[in-house]
Structures are given as structure tokens and as C-alpha cells.
């Protein structure tokens, strides 16, 4: 069950930079898209491009967090990972922190640290609703989700 991680995790970007979780909230909001570090969770990259796309320029900062290594990142989300925000988590620090049984998943932390909400496998209903209450708190305007091409619901993949 989804829960206020610990403070302390540390979140490390694809490009070497770790920090603690608190410092990555000091000023921002976590909007994290979490993938598997499987090549099947590339049909979610698309979801959390069009989040990051339209969230990007509010009070929080959209993200990709792939459960994997370098590799397994860059097998999963490509060039994105050259675009966006990601981050790393090989050994599930994160993954357990946050309590995620399923993933794909959207996370939503607040600046204090706490868990906003979060949406476990791809439930394009539950994803709207964190979404749309990201996008209230952040006064901004929210993606379409579900939108056409996306993939069918899915119960996803143990975390």
C-alpha cells in the first residue's frame, strides 16, 4: 500500500546527480512516471511525456523513474531519457519507500515530503484523477489521460 516515504531515500538522475528525496522537493513537487526496467513498459513512456509536456512549466517537476540501471533505462524510455528529468532506482529504493506493489505507477510528492497521491498499474482512471489533483494543487492545466493510442488497462507488472 502507497505511503509517505522516507525522507532520507536518495534519488539518483541519469546523469550521475543523487540527492535525497527531501532535497529533490525542496522547491518543486515530484510528478514521477515509474517504469519497470523492462522493454515492455516503453508503451507508458508516451503517458508520461504528455504529463511532463503539460506539467512542466507549473510548481512541480515531472519526472521519469525507471525501476533499473543505466541500460535498462535507455532500453525502456530511448531518447526520453535524454529529454526528461529521469531517474534511476536499480535496487527499488524508491519503489519501497512509496510502498508501489504495481508498476507502471504515477507518484505525486509533495513539497513536505509526503505522498499526494498515487496510481498503481495502468488505470487510466486512477492516473486522471492523481493527475487532475496535481494539476489543482499546482493551479495548471492537466493532460488528457486516457488518450487515444494509449494502451489498454492494464494490472501491471510486480513491482
Not at 522516507?6 to 522537493?25: F, I, S, Y
Not at 519503489?95 to 513536505?112: C, E, N
Not at 482512471?125 to 492494464?154: C, H, Q, T, Y
Request: glycine content about 8%.
Amino acid at each position: 500500500m502507497a505511503q509517505d516515504p522516507d525522507p532520507t531515500v536518495e534519488l539518483t538522475t541519469a546523469r550521475g546527480v543523487t540527492r535525497t528525496l527531501d532535497d529533490w522537493t525542496t522547491s518543486f513537487h515530484l510528478a514521477l512516471t515509474v517504469l519497470p526496467g523492462r522493454p515492455e513498459a516503453a508503451s507508458y513512456v508516451r503517458i508520461g511525456r504528455r504529463i511532463a509536456d503539460v506539467l512542466g512549466g507549473s510548481d512541480s517537476r515531472p519526472a521519469f523513474l525507471v525501476v533499473g540501471n543505466e541500460r535498462a533505462a535507455r532500453r525502456v524510455l530511448g531518447s526520453t531519457m535524454d529529454e526528461y528529468l529521469c531517474f534511476l532506482d536499480p535496487e527499488g529504493a524508491f519503489v519501497k519507500a512509496v510502498g508501489l506493489a504495481k508498476l507502471p505507477a504515477f507518484v505525486h510528492i509533495r513539497l513536505d515530503g509526503s505522498l499526494a497521491s498515487a496510481a498503481e498499474g495502468w488505470d487510466p482512471n486512477a492516473w486522471d484523477d492523481a493527475v487532475e489533483r496535481l494539476a489543482k494543487e499546482m493551479a495548471w492545466s492537466r493532460p488528457l489521460i486516457p488518450a487515444p493510442g494509449d494502451p489498454p488497462p492494464f494490472a501491471g507488472w510486480n513491482a
